[in-house]
């Protein structure tokens, strides 16, 4: 069993709270997912269980967990950044109970999970892992150490589909308790059986929980049912008393024209006029009792909101990408784009600064899915005889096995559309480190000019998506991972861009959010090419869907 007590998690920097006074008991059997806008703390409590040092850099708790005798594996995020520089062997080397296991158990265990046995003994470093390979390393290691409670944060992100269907059994059928953090809606849906939703309302100036013990899909229906009657009921009350302060003002002002008609020659009036304004206060007080009884209007966490230009439209006969490949290989020179110009390294930008990158090569970029360069002499052959034609504003989407090479491939088509002149291409890599500095503010990324009107302008606009005016000023480096994908996808909506290129858009972003976000790219003019795992996203957005494999894109 695992209890929280009277949680409250206090921002350092602003001194906002995130969470306030927040209570909950863990115990076998339950799965219970949290949920949240960007920024709401639930990956902060997640790490504040397992270890209430590891929020001490940027926020104070106050509160006690209690889960005595119980053993706690958690998966954090992003992969530690001291992780990142050991051999795969290293970081299982450093769970002691990881030597207890057979060969037989150690190959049950990589068949679960989708990945070569050997993997436990590779001398692979971390950091070159493909994203979906290093939550899955991640989660063998936890696994090893046998844990009795699991803590996982966004244990979906960068995974594979058919590891996604894994992991969700895995949630489902495990006797260990589970409390976990994902944005994938189809996960939640199957796995959770108790939903903990952390809101911040009143712009964020009151925290406020729900736990609710049943799906994720009978809460979201039980919410909405129950905001809709509460608002009938509010708006009913409300009616009711501009009915009874109406027939209130009628009888007041009777009582005020007798009274100014009175004469001392009707004592018997002054006495009836008395009684009349005795039973008016008695009825004024009445109904502020009534008042104070009112049903409250209904107060939730309105969603982010965010649209493209309606003006973006591209042609449906024009050629958006002719792109063929005989051989993607990972490995070789890096290819990398400029923070600010999001052009190809050896490219100059208009604002004369030195671009990323050297510009070489012929492998289109020798990046790993994590974004990690690939030293020069490992160059693996991912995929032979790649051929995609997109045209007008399709919106395409590019799945495949962890590993497969889609970042790898998305860089490349990236590098080739944004050094077009015909079309107006846009870039939102998997890692936003690549293109954003993490040192600037919210305000300073999105502006180009500095000049007032801009600056206001880019306010509203964030305030839009539920920044704070403290959030605003904050270095991005400080904000959570939904935080950044908002300023990003942001970023692209005031481009003008009439092609966007698309790794995993949906990774970062609340399944509260993500239905906003869906909407906005469903209806987007231009075209779109993307990497997901997400299968909403998949449903919703896209027209047509590949799998990358050794043999190519397959249409799917």
């Given at each position: 069993?695992?209890?929280?007590?009277?949680?409250?998690?206090?921002?350092?920097?602003?001194?906002?709270?995130?969470?306030?006074?927040?209570?909950?008991?863990?115990?076998?059997?339950?799965?219970?997912?949290?949920?949240?806008?960007?920024?709401?703390?639930?990956?902060?409590?997640?790490?504040?269980?397992?270890?209430?040092?590891?929020?001490?850099?940027?926020?104070?708790?106050?509160?006690?967990?209690?889960?005595?005798?119980?053993?706690?594996?958690?998966?954090?995020?992003?992969?530690?950044?001291?992780?990142?520089?050991?051999?795969?062997?290293?970081?299982?080397?450093?769970?002691?109970?990881?030597?207890?296991?057979?060969?037989?158990?150690?190959?049950?265990?990589?068949?679960?999970l989708h990945f070569s046995p050997?993997?436990?003994?590779?001398?692979?470093?971390?950091?070159?892992?493909?994203?979906?390979?290093?939550?899955?390393?991640?989660?063998?290691?936890?696994?090893?150490?046998?844990?009795?409670?699991?803590?996982?944060?966004?244990?979906?992100?960068?995974?594979?589909?058919?590891?996604?269907?894994?992991?969700?059994?895995?949630?489902?059928?495990?006797?260990?308790?589970?409390?976990?953090?994902?944005?994938?809606e189809i996960l939640i849906e199957?796995?959770?059986?108790?939903?903990?939703?952390?809101?911040?309302?009143?712009?964020?100036?009151?925290?406020?929980?729900?736990?609710?013990?049943?799906?994720?899909?009978?809460?979201?229906?039980?919410?909405?049912?129950?905001?809709?009657?509460?608002?009938?009921?509010?708006?009913?009350?409300?009616?009711?008393?501009?009915?009874?302060?109406?027939?209130?003002?009628?009888?007041?002002?009777?009582?005020?024209?007798?009274?100014?008609?009175?004469?001392?020659?009707?004592?018997?009036?002054?006495?009836?006029?008395?009684?009349?304004?005795?039973?008016?206060?008695?009825?004024?007080?009445?109904?502020?009792?009534?008042?104070?009884?009112?049903?409250?209007?209904?107060?939730?966490?309105?969603?982010?909101?965010?649209?493209?230009?309606?003006?973006?439209?591209?042609?449906?006969?024009?050629?958006?990408?002719?792109?063929?490949?005989?051989?993607?290989?990972?490995?070789?020179?890096?290819?990398?784009?400029?923070?600010?110009?999001?052009?190809?390294?050896?490219?100059?930008?208009?604002?004369?600064?030195?671009?990323?990158?050297?510009?070489?090569?012929?492998?289109?970029?020798?990046?790993?899915?994590?974004?990690?360069?690939?030293?020069?002499?490992?160059?693996?052959?991912?995929?032979?005889?790649?051929?995609?034609?997109?045209?007008?504003?399709?919106?395409?989407?590019?799945?495949?096995?962890?590993?497969?090479?889609?970042?790898?491939?998305?860089?490349r088509i990236a590098a080739e559309?944004?050094?077009?002149?015909?079309?107006?291409?846009?870039?939102?890599?998997?890692?936003?480190?690549?293109?954003?500095?993490?040192?600037?503010?919210?305000?300073?990324?999105?502006?180009?000019?500095?000049?007032?009107?801009?600056?206001?302008?880019?306010?509203?606009?964030?305030?839009?998506?539920?920044?704070?005016?403290?959030?605003?000023?904050?270095?991005?480096?400080?904000?959570?991972?939904?935080?950044?994908?908002?300023?990003?996808?942001?970023?692209?909506?005031?481009?003008?861009?009439?092609?966007?290129?698309?790794?995993?858009?949906?990774?970062?972003?609340?399944?509260?959010?993500?239905?906003?976000?869906?909407?906005?790219?469903?209806?987007?003019?231009?075209?779109?090419?993307?990497?997901?795992?997400?299968?909403?996203?998949?449903?919703?957005?896209?027209?047509?869907?590949?799998?990358?494999?050794?043999?190519?894109?397959?249409?799917?």
């Amino acid at each position: 069993m695992l209890q929280i007590k009277e949680l409250t998690v206090t921002h350092k920097k602003d001194l906002r709270t995130i969470v306030e006074k927040f209570s909950f008991v863990l115990n076998a059997g339950q799965k219970a997912v949290l949920i949240g806008e960007e920024g709401n703390g639930k990956s902060t409590i997640l790490k504040w269980i397992y270890s209430p040092d590891a929020i001490e850099t940027y926020a104070e708790a106050e509160g006690s967990c209690i889960h005595t005798g119980e053993k706690l594996g958690y998966l954090p995020q992003e992969l530690e950044p001291e992780a990142r520089g050991k051999s795969v062997c290293e970081f299982f080397a450093e769970e002691e109970l990881f030597w207890e296991y057979d060969p037989k158990e150690l190959n049950d265990l990589a068949r679960k999970l989708h990945f070569s046995p050997e993997l436990f003994y590779s001398e692979q470093k971390m950091g070159t892992l493909s994203g979906g390979e290093r939550v899955k390393v991640q989660l063998a290691r936890i696994l090893t150490g046998r844990p009795t409670i699991l803590l996982l944060d966004e244990p979906s992100n960068d995974i594979d589909i058919e590891t996604l269907e894994w992991l969700e059994e895995f949630i489902r059928e495990s006797p260990l308790p589970v409390l976990y953090v994902s944005h994938d809606e189809i996960l939640i849906e199957r796995t959770a059986n108790t939903v903990i939703h952390l809101e911040q309302i009143r712009r964020k100036t009151v925290c406020r929980y729900t736990v609710a013990h049943m799906s994720y899909r009978e809460y979201m229906e039980q919410r909405e049912t129950g905001m809709e009657k509460q608002l009938q009921e509010a708006q009913n009350d409300r009616r009711q008393e501009n009915i009874r302060q109406e027939k209130l003002r009628r009888i007041m002002d009777k009582v005020d024209h007798d009274q100014e008609n009175i004469t001392r020659q009707n004592p018997s009036g002054g006495r009836l006029l008395k009684k009349k304004m005795k039973a008016v206060k008695s009825m004024e007080r009445r109904f502020d009792r009534e008042a104070e009884n009112m049903t409250q209007m209904p107060e939730k966490e309105e969603a982010i909101f965010l649209k493209f230009g309606q003006d973006i439209r591209m042609p449906a006969g024009k050629v958006v990408l002719d792109f063929h490949c005989d051989r993607l290989t990972a490995g070789g020179a890096a290819e990398g784009y400029d923070r600010d110009t999001g052009r190809r390294g050896g490219e100059s930008g208009s604002d004369g600064k030195e671009p990323r990158g050297n510009g070489s090569g012929g492998s289109g970029g020798g990046l790993e899915e994590n974004g990690q360069e690939a030293p020069e002499s490992e160059e693996k052959i991912l995929a032979e005889q790649i051929d995609l034609f997109v045209k007008g504003a399709e919106k395409v989407c590019i799945t495949g096995r962890n590993g497969a090479g889609k970042t790898t491939l998305l860089r490349r088509i990236a590098a080739e559309l944004l050094a077009r002149d015909d079309i107006h291409a846009a870039y939102m890599p998997q890692n936003y480190e690549e293109l954003m500095d993490m040192s600037r503010t919210p305000v300073e990324y999105l502006c180009t000019t500095g000049e007032k009107e801009e600056l206001t302008r880019i306010r509203t606009y964030l305030g839009s998506m539920k920044y704070t005016a403290d959030e605003m000023s904050h270095p991005t480096a400080e904000l959570s991972g939904g935080q950044k994908a908002k300023v990003f996808l942001l970023k692209l909506s005031l481009s003008g861009a009439d092609v966007l290129i698309l790794d995993e858009p949906t990774r970062n972003f609340s399944p509260l959010s993500n239905p906003v976000i869906r909407s906005v790219l469903k209806a987007y003019g231009g075209t779109i090419i993307s990497v997901s795992h997400d299968r909403k996203y998949i449903e919703e957005v896209c027209d047509t869907v590949y799998e990358l494999t050794p043999r190519g894109l397959l249409r799917t």
